[in-house]
């Protein structure tokens, strides 16, 4: 029972987390009309989330598993209700590209942290844990459309911002009552930072793989309001689209988590990778903004049972004292890869249309997911396998380089 309260507790922030870009997304095309800003511009305001959490991920995640996993998550926490502020009442693109600066470093402070707690606290149910965590990011991300749909109209661009910053505020309290098993002094890793994980050709195939998720999803993010509103669509669809798009994700979250943990998470990301560019590919070339938005809910479907898959892998073959490292590096390449991925489209999107847009995303998934089939070799098929100790977590497949 603890340790359902435990996750449905750093689920909660997650999702918080997730709403406030929910809310930047969906407003876009508002900061574009109303304040002038170009669509490439815009693409940087995407990016450089990616950017910050990327640097955020990699320097600090380690000190989560050195004893400080709690601090970490509390200063994420300030760090994102600043970042809401200055998005809730920046006008120019120097305010929001800070402000999106700063949510992107709250972020990759404090999901590493997140992510090492719950996985710690409950291996047996890696798989299912690790989907809860997608499905609340994912929850997170669809109600922030909602919530603008409901507050910019009749009280401004700033409302949704606002709301999502009180309602962290008031987290506080409660993650300051959840009991966190830090790290002993005994146990804990000397390594500063994480990269030398990656002498291990299992953990770079897992980076790989989720790499790829986040080639899908910068791109996605950055080009689906302006495309459907350059295609004359209307903009409840577009936000139906991204509310609708996330539901599988929510609901299927922690069944694709046990099923990566049970069939294997490379197999899983392999074939749900490989369908994600088929489905970016076809973004290029249908015909209407409708059309986009029917292939997108099978898409979503496909998303919801392989997306958490790169998260199962990670926790399978890293070692349990350098999980927050482990998970840091892969969320940092993978915001790095969506932070480039959504610069990329946003100017291939204004100079040489759509269709080279979402055709260069569907051919590097792809690569991706070769490369990490060649570094992950014949650990492709393995599967997860729990400990006998009940304080272990479920144990590396390969570790050495």
């Given at each position: 029972?603890?340790?359902?309260?435990?996750?449905?507790?750093?689920?909660?922030?997650?999702?918080?987390f997730a709403a406030g870009y929910g809310v930047m997304f969906t407003l876009l095309d508002d900061f574009r009309d109303r304040?002038?800003?170009?669509?490439?511009?815009?693409?940087?305001?995407?990016?450089?989330?990616?950017?910050?959490?990327?640097?955020?991920?990699?320097?600090?995640?380690?000190?989560?598993?050195?004893?400080?996993?709690?601090?970490?998550?509390?200063?994420?926490?300030?760090?994102?209700?600043?970042?809401?502020?200055?998005?809730?009442?920046?006008?120019?693109?120097?305010?929001?590209?800070?402000?999106?600066?700063?949510?992107?470093?709250?972020?990759?402070?404090?999901?590493?942290?997140?992510?090492?707690?719950?996985?710690?606290?409950?291996?047996?149910?890696?798989?299912?844990?690790?989907?809860?965590?997608?499905?609340?990011?994912?929850?997170?991300?669809?109600?922030?459309?909602?919530?603008?749909?409901?507050?910019?109209?009749?009280?401004?661009?700033?409302?949704?911002?606002?709301?999502?910053?009180?309602?962290?505020?008031?987290?506080?309290?409660?993650?300051?009552?959840?009991?966190?098993?830090?790290?002993?002094?005994?146990?804990?890793?000397?390594?500063?930072?994480?990269?030398?994980?990656?002498?291990?050709?299992?953990?770079?195939?897992?980076?790989?793989?989720?790499?790829?998720?986040?080639?899908?999803?910068?791109?996605?993010?950055?080009?689906?309001?302006?495309?459907?509103?350059?295609?004359?669509?209307?903009?409840?669809?577009?936000?139906?689209?991204?509310?609708?798009?996330?539901?599988?994700?929510?609901?299927?979250?922690?069944?694709?988590?046990?099923?990566?943990?049970?069939?294997?998470?490379?197999?899983?990301?392999?074939?749900?990778?490989?369908?994600?560019?088929?489905?970016?590919?076809?973004?290029?070339?249908?015909?209407?903004?409708?059309?986009?938005?029917?292939?997108?809910?099978?898409?979503?479907?496909?998303?919801?049972?392989?997306?958490?898959?790169?998260?199962?892998?990670?926790?399978?073959?890293?070692?349990?004292?350098?999980?927050?490292?482990?998970?840091?590096?892969?969320?940092?390449?993978?915001?790095?890869?969506?932070?480039?991925?959504?610069?990329?489209?946003?100017?291939?999107?204004?100079?040489?249309?759509?269709?080279t847009a979402y055709t260069v995303c569907a051919v590097l998934m792809t690569a991706f997911v070769g490369l990490g089939i060649?570094?992950?070799?014949?650990?492709?098929?393995?599967?997860?396998?729990?400990?006998?100790?009940?304080?272990?977590?479920?144990?590396?497949?390969?570790?050495?380089?």
């Amino acid at each position: 029972m603890y340790n359902r309260r435990l996750v449905l507790t750093f689920g909660l922030l997650t999702g918080l987390f997730a709403a406030g870009y929910g809310v930047m997304f969906t407003l876009l095309d508002d900061f574009r009309d109303r304040y002038g800003i170009s669509e490439s511009s815009l693409g940087m305001v995407v990016a450089v989330g990616f950017f910050a959490a990327f640097a955020a991920q990699v320097f600090f995640a380690p000190l989560a598993d050195r004893g400080y996993a709690r601090r970490l998550v509390n200063v994420g926490m300030v760090f994102n209700v600043g970042g809401l502020l200055m998005m809730a009442f920046g006008k120019t693109l120097v305010v929001l590209l800070l402000g999106r600066l700063v949510m992107g470093i709250g972020a990759g402070i404090a999901v590493p942290a997140i992510r090492r707690i719950v996985i710690l606290a409950d291996p047996e149910n890696l798989g299912s844990n690790i989907g809860r965590l997608l499905a609340a990011d994912v929850g997170g991300f669809a109600i922030g459309p909602a919530i603008s749909a409901v507050l910019v109209g009749p009280v401004g661009i700033a409302a949704p911002f606002l709301v999502i910053a009180v309602t962290t505020l008031a987290c506080f309290p409660v993650i300051a009552r959840a009991r966190v098993d830090e790290t002993s002094a005994e146990d804990q890793p000397t390594a500063r930072f994480a990269f030398d994980l990656l002498r291990s050709r299992t953990y770079l195939g897992a980076l790989l793989f989720g790499s790829a998720v986040f080639l899908m999803v910068g791109t996605f993010d950055a080009l689906w309001t302006l495309v459907l509103d350059d295609l004359r669509t209307a903009d409840w669809i577009a936000n139906l689209g991204i509310t609708l798009f996330a539901l599988p994700l929510i609901f299927l979250g922690s069944i694709g988590g046990r099923l990566a943990q049970r069939v294997g998470p490379f197999r899983v990301a392999t074939f749900g990778l490989l369908f994600g560019a088929c489905f970016m590919f076809s973004y290029g070339r249908l015909p209407t903004g409708l059309a986009m938005f029917c292939v997108a809910m099978v898409h979503a479907l496909n998303d919801g049972v392989s997306v958490a898959s790169s998260g199962v892998a990670v926790g399978v073959v890293a070692p349990k004292e350098r999980m927050a490292g482990a998970q840091g590096l892969l969320g940092g390449a993978q915001t790095l890869v969506g932070g480039i991925a959504a610069l990329i489209a946003g100017e291939l999107y204004q100079s040489h249309g759509r269709a080279t847009a979402y055709t260069v995303c569907a051919v590097l998934m792809t690569a991706f997911v070769g490369l990490g089939i060649f570094f992950v070799g014949s650990a492709w098929g393995a599967r997860p396998v729990v400990d006998d100790d009940a304080v272990a977590v479920v144990p590396a497949l390969v570790h050495e380089a």
